[in-house]
């Protein structure tokens, strides 16, 4: 089983969001459906991915995500401008059924 960290933004990229899952797709739609509607990702409009890296295992994953999360702002953004330079939602073609979520 997969393993991910991700990278997701609102519209205008002010807002970064670290997460950690072993399902991406479940989780960015989560993520676009805000299926936890107090949540930070929910109350900033966080739901373009803009990174995200793929392990084979969880404790790499989550070291990973910690590893992130003590980075400043211009670390993050050069990192994902090295993946993806024009900040382009990276799941905009992966054919999301949007219609619901299994992570409520």
């Known amino acids: 089983m997969s393993h991910y960290v991700y990278i997701i933004t609102n519209k205008n990229n002010t807002v970064l969001y670290i997460g950690v899952t072993n399902d991406l ?5 989560g993520h676009k459906l805000k299926t936890y509607p107090r949540s930070f990702t929910a109350r900033y409009n966080c739901n373009k991915l803009v990174y995200f890296e793929e392990f084979d295992s969880s404790v790499e994953a989550s070291t990973r995500e910690k590893r992130f999360k003590k980075w400043n702002r211009a670390w993050k953004i050069n990192l994902i401008e090295e993946m993806n330079p024009s900040w382009s939602n990276l799941s905009d073609n992966w054919n999301l059924d949007l219609s619901r979520s299994r992570l409520k």
Not at 25 to 29: G, M, P, T
């Open 25 to 29: 797709d479940e989780r960015i739609k």
